[in-house]
């Protein structure tokens, strides 16, 4: 992803707007706010910022950048430009903020240094000296294992793509410390760029775990931006104006706890349901939430409505950390296409499925002569079928779908030939095909996703261009521990049947090849009927059409009235590595919140 315009361009901007005050500190007594005005590569350009700035009485901004995806995406760019590298949306993003940023003495902390934090910093820092202002702007360096020259064995002789350490907090405290106004990190855990101005700011020591989970979940409420207020949310219908959705701030104590709300007069929503949903969010063991800084215990934490769109969040433990960093690795695996195809008329999903599966079989007999081999991977989707909940295509009697055909091979050349065959569907296949959506497809490389740890005291980290050691590193390690699912008989309730949507709240989301499913009670009276209902067999068996290989393993959040389930093999291998529909498993809590809850009371029994 490239602006449409030079990022000096907005740098420019940037720099010509700014004086030359320098941020100062409040005193370490006072809460701090952070806001957070990106969630992702790709998030809202400058809506967002601009809105935080202007309206959120906020001491810091952050933004989140990268994915695993994000930094395949920033290694092709540095592989074509080595001066490349890094996300060039920041600039834009922080362009038109620069008056008000000195103004209200706001810093800035930002993972937009993907794989060159460096040049990235160096671009900005460059940019703003060249008109005489000076800021200091610093870069953590050293989550790049590959850059390091860190050699590990090969995955059946292909040579790893990228290479990343999940760096923690206290490298951005550090350089926060030493006077920086804008930190630029490359891979570091979400949650790290809200910890890690905590850190700075409250003078908090790195042996106080149980104030580094709550900053720890702080930073994982607001890291994805507008999904904890409002968006992606349960009870869209509810959330008001989400043209002008607010952007979420932290405003936390010295202690800890936190209140969460958005820049008053915008949309959106702040509630128990947004931010019990986005705690849920891409977690695995409630317990042991394992981050480089703290392992963070969320099992019964507690998250209260205060005021209208403000919920205070408390109880989250903290435990040692290990004594290694999870390492994200990709690595390419072949090539895929994809095409989109609607199809209109009676018997639209079978005539759809035909013209796809035809068509492949065509070229697979051309692959065979040629001795290119079959199509590795085929999935054929008829959206608005039912093929996402597992239906029969064979049933539907759908008369619009759009066909979603996914292929992968070795050979590349095998691709661009089907992509050329499937358009021989609109006049020598079943009627009703209209066009090819984007045209032909294009193959891609495949980025398979491989997480696997590394000491931490093997990986050189700098500062602003000074080393860095951890400080963590001499705390007695604490290792997740399997937690066997405690199987207790149906609570008999009455006679009485729900979709869980009436229920409960749902949110999904993906790591790798594993998604998770977060299930929140609407009312705590309800947790101990939906616990005995909520087993991970029953899950597994309402999801069974993901994969034969599905692994579910559930968690419990009493404080909270929650479950979380962890559903391994899920994804069809996850990201750009996937041929679903659902790569990223966004529509797993959408599917299940149909999930029928039988032999309850009426629901007017619960809400004592």
């Keep these: 992803m490239f602006l449409r315009k030079s990022p000096f361009t907005g740098a420019k901007w940037f720099a010509q707007s700014i004086s030359r005050k320098r941020f100062l500190s409040s005193s370490p007594s006072d809460n701090v706010r952070i806001g957070c005005f990106s969630g992702f590569w790709g998030d809202s350009c400058t809506f967002a910022s601009q809105q935080l700035v202007n309206k959120g009485s906020i001491d810091f901004l952050v933004g989140d950048y990268l994915a695993e995806v994000t930094m395949s995406i920033l290694a092709a760019m540095k592989k074509k430009k080595p001066e490349l590298g890094f996300c060039p949306d920041f600039f834009e993003h922080l362009a038109p903020n620069g008056p008000k ?40 360096v050293g989550d790049d294992l590959i850059n390091q020259g860190i050699k590990l064995p090969e995955i059946e002789g292909i040579p790893y793509n990228t290479m990343n350490c999940y760096l923690g907090a206290e490298p951005i405290a550090k350089a926060l410390d030493n006077g920086a106004d804008i ?54 219908h509810q959330v008001p104006d989400y043209s002008n959705v607010g952007f979420p701030i932290v405003d936390v104590q010295p202690d800890g706890v936190f209140k969460v709300t958005k820049p008053v007069k915008t949309g959106g929503l702040v509630s128990f349901g947004t931010v019990a949903e986005q705690m849920l969010y891409e977690i695995g063991d409630s317990q042991c939430y394992a981050l480089p800084d703290v392992n ?20 989250a433990v903290g435990k040692p950390p290990s004594s290694t960093y999870k390492v994200s690795a990709t690595y390419i695996d072949g090539y895929k296409a994809t095409s989109m195809a609607p199809m209109i008329g009676p018997n639209a999903a079978q005539k759809g499925h ?15 002569k040629m001795g290119m081999g079959s199509f590795e991977e085929v999935n054929v989707e008829c959206l608005g079928s039912g093929s996402n909940y597992g239906k029969d295509i064979k049933s539907s009697s759908a008369k619009e779908v759009v066909v979603w055909t996914s292929v992968r091979h070795k050979n590349k050349a095998a691709l661009e030939m089907w992509a050329k065959e499937i358009a021989g569907a609109s006049t020598g296949m079943a009627p009703g095909f209209t066009t090819l959506v984007g045209g032909r497809p294009k193959p891609t490389p495949i980025l398979r996703y491989k997480p696997f740890f590394y000491p931490k ?39 009485c049947s729900f979709r869980l949507e009436e229920l409960a709240f749902l949110r999904s989301g993906d790591k790798g090849n594993s998604a998770n499913l977060g ?30 290989d599905l692994v579910v393993t559930k968690y419990n959040l009493p404080g909270t009235g929650a479950f979380n389930f962890v559903l391994d093999n899920a994804l069809g291998g996850g990201g750009v590595a996937s041929l679903k529909t659902d790569p990223q498993g966004k529509a797993i809590g959408q599917i299940f919140s149909d999930f029928v809850i039988e032999g309850l009371k009426e629901k007017s029994c619960y809400l004592s």
């Excluded at 796809?356 to 065509?362: K, L």
């Excluded at 939906?530 to 993901?546: G, H, I, Q």
Aim: charged share 20%.
């Design 101 to 140: 940023i000195v103004e209200k003495k706001i810093k800035v902390v930002v993972n937009a240094g993907g794989l060159n934090p460096d040049a990235c910093a160096k671009r900005l820092g460059g940019l703003l000296q060249q008109f005489g202002l000076n800021l200091k702007v610093a870069s953590v």
């Design 183 to 236: 930190v630029i990190t490359g891979r570091c855990v979400d949650s790290a760029l809200v910890l890690g101005p905590l850190i700075h700011r409250f003078g908090w020591n790195m042996n106080e775990f149980d104030k580094l989970a709550q900053g720890s979940l702080a930073g994982h409420i607001v890291e994805c931006g507008a999904q904890s207020t409002g968006g992606n949310f349960t009870d869209w």
């Design 296 to 315: 963070c215990d969320f099992a019964n934490v507690s998250i209260k409505e205060v005021a209208k769109n403000e919920v205070e969040v408390s109880g």
């Design 354 to 368: 035909l013209n796809s599966m035809s068509t492949i079989e065509r070229c697979e007999k051309i692959f065979s």
């Design 457 to 495: 005291d093997l990986v050189n980290i700098t500062v602003d261009n000074a080393e860095f050691t951890n400080s963590n590193t001499e705390f007695s390690p604490v290792q997740p521990q399997s937690q066997p699912e405690t199987i207790i008989d149906v609570v008999n309730e009455g006679e």
């Design 519 to 548: 299930i929140i009670c609407r009312n705590k009276s309800l947790y101990k009927a939906l616990d005995s209902r909520l087993t991970s067999a029953a899950v597994k068996e309402y999801l069974s059409f993901l994969g034969e």
